[in-house]
């Protein structure tokens, strides 16, 4: 059991407690371990029983039930509250904005023990009713039900691709490999994938014998041409079937309805059994690949220009946004230095939080003066590599950063990013947006609307507007790469490059581990078509410095 498992079943058994309403004192205990030992940077598996006690945030009795984790694997203490808790209820933990303590109030006042039984008493007008719950917190929590809704059965790409292969290889052994043909969103890099799609070169009466085990898995649909699993994990596998057309089938559930719909209607005579290549060949239009085959607007494109080679994880050259330890990081700066120099990066942006974003230990004036000066040491320590000075700076409720211009100033880069308020009209997001890019000391807009995949909507925003202040600003776009955030929306980045607005592939690392993100940053770019020239984080150092250079004098802030 690792210490994020740890972390989550402290943090787990501290909300019970407070929907329980028991120990307020105790529930605060294990909220506290759960938050230190998730920063650890040793795993407690690793750490000898006696030490465990004397780790900051965990005391004798934590300490006692982290080894009875390690050493079982649960705690019993938390299965006895999950026992004595509704399953709804502790669903209820999964919608944004109604945290353990109001959670109490709706199950021990309301007697409400599930999501939807909250989405009706809401529909209904009860909440507002209660203390603490006005009709603003009750519009809000039913839309979050509905989007929490919305999304159930949605995984994010990594957690598809996590067990993608083996499924992969599963199909195979059962019907050969020249049977079994990848397709459907997750072959087309969507952020978000509804079901694991495979055309089988075989029929339903064939299929569904080989698919007996010990937990074989649940038949959801069957049509004539198609079956839809359930897995175990509760992925959806849809199996597209038959053996007419097979080659055929492949390339159309390759692409969404709107494309597939688009190239059927434009071209006639297809001759389905060779490569795709040969498809695009005597359709006598350039070749797109499967990621762009989302619109009908692209076949439009390959009809005059031919797709530019598009982005790949390995031309990318630095690691801009990265969150130390000065921050909310769980590394050294050094540490990540190191270790970006290490996987062929020649150079990292170090952006920790600023000093609005208390939650995230922001850095105050005397802390950004000393990183600087702990930053130019370390350029003189490590050869061939360069660590850039920066911040994410906190975009305000009036779209003004939280330094002064002669702070701003003492950085190689500012990404101004929006982190709290974030229930905002399109109007106050614009306002405060706007605001940020027109600061000639922003670099770069960072994750746009605040989303979180399968979490939060984020705000709402003109896109259009945005990008042609960045246009006019000189003003980057970032990408941010974590999977749950993938923000800018690859949908919107068309229009960017329209206008000659860098994107930057950001990971937003809070770990070394986290660098591995670009993957997703670059997936989601190479369905909007950039290429690597398009990208700020794909220039090299000598580039990067001279780029940096350029828009200060631009800006009036050398």
């Not at 940077?41 to 934590?62: D, R």
């Amino acid at each position: 059991m690792d210490n994020y498992q740890i972390a989550e079943n402290f943090s787990l058994l501290s909300k019970l407690m407070d929907i329980h309403g028991e120990n307020s004192f105790k529930a605060k205990t294990y909220a506290i371990a759960a938050y230190h030992v998730e920063n650890l940077p040793e795993q407690l598996s690793n750490t000898p029983q006696e030490k465990i006690s004397v780790i900051k945030g965990i005391g004798e009795s934590t300490a006692k039930k982290i080894i009875e984790l390690l050493q079982t694997g649960e705690l019993k203490l938390l299965q006895e509250m999950i026992v004595k808790t509704p399953q709804g209820v502790i669903e209820l933990l999964n919608i944004k904005g109604i945290g353990p303590k109001k959670i109490h109030t709706i199950w021990k006042e309301m007697e409400i023990e599930s999501v939807g039984e909250l989405l009706y008493a809401c529909q209904e007008n009860r909440l507002k009713l209660y203390k603490g719950f006005g009709e603003k917190t009750q519009q809000n929590i039913i839309e979050t039900i509905e989007y929490y809704l919305h999304n159930q059965g949605s995984y994010l790409y990594p957690q598809v691709e996590e067990v993608a292969p083996q499924i992969i290889t599963y199909l195979e052994k059962l019907f050969s490999a020249e049977n079994v043909f990848i397709t459907g969103a997750f072959k087309r890099q969507a952020e978000i994938i509804d079901e694991l799609e495979f055309v089988i070169n075989s029929t339903n009466e064939l299929i569904k014998p080989r698919f007996v085990s010990a937990n074989p898995p649940e038949l959801l649909d069957e049509t004539p041409d198609s079956l839809l699993y359930k897995l175990l994990n509760g992925l959806r596998l849809r199996l597209y079937t038959g053996t007419e057309n097979f080659k055929k089938r492949v390339f159309t559930t390759g692409g969404s309805a709107e494309f597939t719909t688009a190239f059927e209607q434009q071209f006639t005579g297809i001759n389905y059994n060779n490569s795709d290549i040969s498809i695009f060949e005597q359709a006598k239009i350039n070749f797109i690949p499967p990621c762009l085959r989302e619109t009908a607007g692209v076949i439009e494109k390959a009809k005059s220009i031919k797709i530019p080679h598009l982005i790949q994880t390995g031309d990318i050259k630095g690691i801009i946004h990265s969150h130390s330890n000065w921050s909310d990081g769980s590394n050294t700066i050094e540490e990540m230095a190191k270790a970006a120099k290490e996987k062929g990066f020649e150079y990292l942006v170090i952006s920790d939080h600023s000093k609005s974003a208390f939650y995230a230990q922001g850095l105050s004036e005397e802390k950004i003066a000393a990183q600087h000066q702990y930053v130019n040491e370390l350029n003189e320590k490590i050869t061939g590599f360069k660590i850039f000075k920066s911040i994410e700076s906190d975009i305000l409720n009036d779209g003004s950063l939280d330094y002064s211009n002669s702070i701003l100033a003492t950085f190689d880069v500012v990404i101004a990013s929006v982190h709290s308020n974030l229930k905002m009209s399109e109007e106050k997001a614009m306002l405060r947006l706007l605001k940020a890019i027109e600061n000639p000391y922003t670099t770069i807009l960072g994750h746009m609307t605040g989303r979180l995949l399968l979490s939060r909507k984020g705000y709402p925003v003109d896109h259009k507007k945005i990008i042609d202040a960045c246009a006019a600003n000189n003003v980057v776009i970032e990408l941010n790469a974590h999977p749950r955030r993938l923000d800018i929306d690859w949908r919107h980045i068309d229009y960017a490059l329209q206008k000659n607005v860098l994107i930057s592939i950001n990971p937003d690392a809070h770990t070394i581990e986290g660098f591995d993100d670009i993957r997703y940053g670059v997936l989601a770019a190479q369905k909007a078509m950039v290429t690597k020239e398009q990208n700020l984080s794909s220039i090299g150092l000598k580039e990067f410095e001279a780029y940096l250079g350029k828009v200060k004098e631009l800006k009036g802030v050398r």
